[in-house]
């Protein structure tokens, strides 16, 4: 059976999370997307060190989702680098594995984008 797999990013706020996580979902490219609002973060970029607030959000998907997820997700980022993170998945319930697994077969077997 293949495995799930967990994708984590963040975005700058809930909504936007949220209406990408719903596109990711009904495209069947993920069975599930958690938004982690009231996340502060500190990082480097492009030679600056930030500070600001983020979202946090974690995709489940199928392995072999891992490529169509990272594009789609990367094309309708409002980041200009977004991060993504895929997390293989080594072990999960059995009916959580099938459950995701189900909630993303149809994308494999009809592709909305051809």
Same mark, same amino acid.
């Given at each position: 059976?293949?495995? +799930? ?8 706020? $809930? /909504?936007?999370?949220? $209406?990408? /996580?719903?596109? #990711?979902? %009904? ?8 938004? #982690? +609002? ?8 492009? /030679?600056?060190?930030? %500070? ?6 974690? #995709? ?7 490529? !169509? #997820?990272?594009?789609?997700?990367? $094309? %309708?980022? +409002? ?12 072990? !999960? =319930?059995? =009916?959580?594995? $099938? ?14 984008? /051809?």
């Amino acid at each position: 059976m293949e495995r +799930p797999l967990l994708v984590y990013t963040t975005f700058p706020d $809930a /909504g936007t999370a949220l $209406a990408i /996580g719903e596109e #990711l979902v %009904r495209l069947k490219l993920a069975a599930c997307v958690n938004v #982690l +609002p009231g996340m502060l973060s500190v990082y480097a970029w492009k /030679g600056v060190v930030e %500070r600001g607030e983020e979202v946090a959000a974690i #995709l489940k998907s199928r392995e072999s989702l891992a490529e !169509a #997820l990272g594009a789609a997700l990367k $094309a %309708r980022h +409002p980041y200009e680098t977004p991060i993504i993170l895929h997390l293989p998945v080594t072990g !999960a =319930d059995p =009916d959580t594995a $099938a459950w995701i697994l189900a909630e993303t077969d149809a994308h494999i077997q009809e592709s909305p984008t /051809g």
